[in-house]
């Protein structure tokens, strides 16, 4: 079998080798993080039932703006801001 025109008769060739930075550990969040969020996912998902009630989709359609979606829009929001901060719980 013809040998390679680059071999190195069985010699390794020596890499450098290359040092990792230490991973810097995240802080910690703070300890309001993560009851606020659960909070605010909750709640948003409280103002959504709540607001399908008829005697509540009475009150909430007269207001300007959306009309009966103010349930909707309200807890929707409230659910996004809840993950939001849950995805920075640490």
Not at 47 to 58: E, H, K, S, T, Y
Not at 61 to 69: F, H, K, Q
Request: glycine share 16%; charged share 20%.
């Amino acid at each position: 079998m013809p040998q390679s025109k680059h071999s190195r008769g069985g010699k390794r060739r020596v890499r450098s080798q290359r040092e990792r930075a230490p991973e810097k550990r995240p802080e910690p969040s703070p300890p309001w993080l993560a009851p606020t969020g659960i909070g605010l996912v909750g709640g948003g998902a409280l103002v959504l039932l709540l607001g399908n009630l008829p005697a509540i989709a009475r009150l909430v359609r007269d207001l300007p703006g959306l009309g009966g979606n103010w349930p909707l829009v309200v807890g929707i929001t409230l659910i996004g801001i809840g993950f939001t901060l849950l995805m920075r719980w640490r």
